[in-house]
């Protein structure tokens, strides 16, 4: 009995030291794991400020070449020099403000969408404003997209917008309504205004903002239907990126 209590004793004395090198052991590689997550966190926050400042300059450099082709345009001897000028204009400052977008959000990555469209919705009302009362109904969920769908979405939308604030209100006000929806892994987007509607029978592949909208929506791996009923509408799906 003495034998097996002092065999007992000893064994017990063994897994203690073993309890003690493990909780060491744990303890270290621990310290160890902290150090390293610290170390990433900071090299992640170094890698977002680096891509939002990319982001900005990107803005900036933009809003040069805007100021460059307003200058152009101010020199341009017919309304439709000025008016290429001014198209260009509108299709760039589209995509500037998707930068200032991921410039300011949290997300380096996404833009909220219909954050997106109320401010693009802004800056062309603002080129484009005249004596014609033009209103806007948005009906947006919130939805983040990623910037490789961001870039052609700001474009199309801008050419949509952009065709019905200078032709489908000849004369007089109208309504320009918005719809964005996300079901099954899909987006759909519609643009519809009140005027008298766009020939696309006729004019299909003959003007050059419908053939870019055309290139977008090929872009995003998407389809695009139009419709002259009760004014011009255009309605896009494409998958959720």
Do not use: C, W
Request: glycine share 4%.
């Amino acid at each position: 009995m003495v034998s097996t209590k002092l065999v007992q004793a000893k064994s017990n004395e063994q897994v203690k030291k073993y309890q003690i090198n493990l909780e060491k052991l744990v303890q270290r590689k621990t310290r160890q794991l902290e150090d390293s997550n610290k170390d990433l966190l900071s090299k992640n926050r170094e890698k977002e400020v680096l891509i939002k400042e990319i982001h900005h300059r990107v803005k900036n450099n933009m809003q040069i070449i805007i100021s460059l082709l307003n200058m152009q345009a101010n020199l341009a001897s017919t309304e439709h020099e000025k008016s290429v000028f001014n198209e260009s204009k509108d299709r760039i400052r589209s995509m500037a403000l998707i930068h200032e977008r991921l410039y300011l959000e949290k997300d380096i990555l996404n833009i909220s969408l219909n954050e997106y469209i109320d401010e693009l919705i802004h800056e062309l009302s603002s080129s484009y404003r005249n004596d014609q009362q033009v209103e806007f109904i948005v009906n947006a969920k919130k939805l983040e997209i990623s910037i490789d769908a961001a870039i052609p979405i700001g474009l199309l939308m801008n050419e949509l917008i952009t065709n019905s604030l200078k032709h489908a209100f000849v004369n007089k006000g109208g309504t320009i309504a918005i719809e964005e929806y996300y079901e099954n892994d899909e987006v759909t987007l519609i643009v519809k205004d009140s005027g008298p509607g766009f020939d696309f029978e006729n004019y299909q592949g003959k003007t050059f903002g419908l053939e870019l909208v055309e290139i977008l929506v090929s872009q995003l791996n998407g389809v695009l239907e139009y419709s002259n009923k009760n004014g011009s509408s255009y309605l896009i799906r494409f998958p959720y990126q």
